[in-house]
């Protein structure tokens, strides 16, 4: 596609609910990153793909919180048992690969804003 | 991952050049310097990148000082659309970007 493709762009849920969210890289990117950004706030690393395994999930806040990238491509962040504290803006990003000096920058999608009542 | 000091907050007029800037004291010889811009209610998006010598794109321009130790992003005309956060970041062998607080720049007519 032409740019990351977050969906939903609204997610609305009830405290104890788990919840899905889905990020479109752009074609041919095989690094893919999941950040989180809360009200006011600066953004939170979660986890990074490079195609379909995550070098590093330092980021995730809990055991609640998994994601998977299918087929290089497509990738699922899941929120289980969600809680208040876990509204935010879910900010998904690709490039081309993960070696972020000299020529890599990132793309974000424009992120999926997650309520929990 | 060496670590970034930006102000806070700064203003500019609409139309007047906007320089914002950056320490980097801890930086090493491997790091780029990275600037990226969150305009409201998106996610961020690149805007210029350099290692030592100054970079200019049409977006803006990047001026490295010799030691490497500072940068200045530089709009060379601000405009309303200019309005945003303003993230300076190193990076060098890394596979992540760490985000700090960045500059909330408001541009006013």
């Known amino acids: 596609g032409a740019g990351v493709s977050q969906s939903p762009s609204n997610k609305v849920t009830e405290k104890g609910k788990d919840v899905e969210l889905r990020c479109d890289p752009i074609s041919g990117h095989t690094a893919l990153y999941w950040y989180r950004q809360s009200l006011g706030q600066g953004l939170e690393f979660l986890i990074y793909f490079q195609g379909n395994s995550a070098p590093d999930k330092s980021g995730l806040p809990s055991d609640r919180f998994s994601a998977e990238r299918t087929g290089g491509s497509v990738s699922t962040l899941t929120i289980q048992r969600t809680q208040q504290e876990d509204s935010a803006v879910y900010l998904c990003a690709s490039s081309l690969n993960s070696v972020l000096g000299r020529w890599e920058k990132l793309f974000f999608g424009s992120g999926t804003q997650l309520s929990v009542l | 991952d060496a670590k970034t000091t930006q102000p806070n907050s700064m203003e500019s007029n609409e139309e007047e050049p906007v320089h914002l800037p950056c320490n980097h004291s801890?930086?090493?010889?491997?790091?780029?310097i990275h600037w990226y811009r969150q305009l409201p209610s998106q996610g961020p998006e690149y805007v210029i990148h350099g290692l030592t010598s100054n970079v200019n794109n049409r977006m803006a321009s990047l001026a490295i000082a010799e030691d490497r130790k500072s940068s200045t992003l530089i709009l060379h005309r601000a405009t309303l659309r200019d309005a945003a956060v303003y993230y300076c970041?190193?990076?060098?062998?890394?596979?992540?970007?760490?985000f700090g607080t960045g500059t909330r720049l408001q541009v006013t007519l």
């Open positions: 970041i190193l990076t060098g062998t890394a596979s992540k970007l760490t």
């Open positions: 801890t930086i090493s010889g491997t790091d780029y």
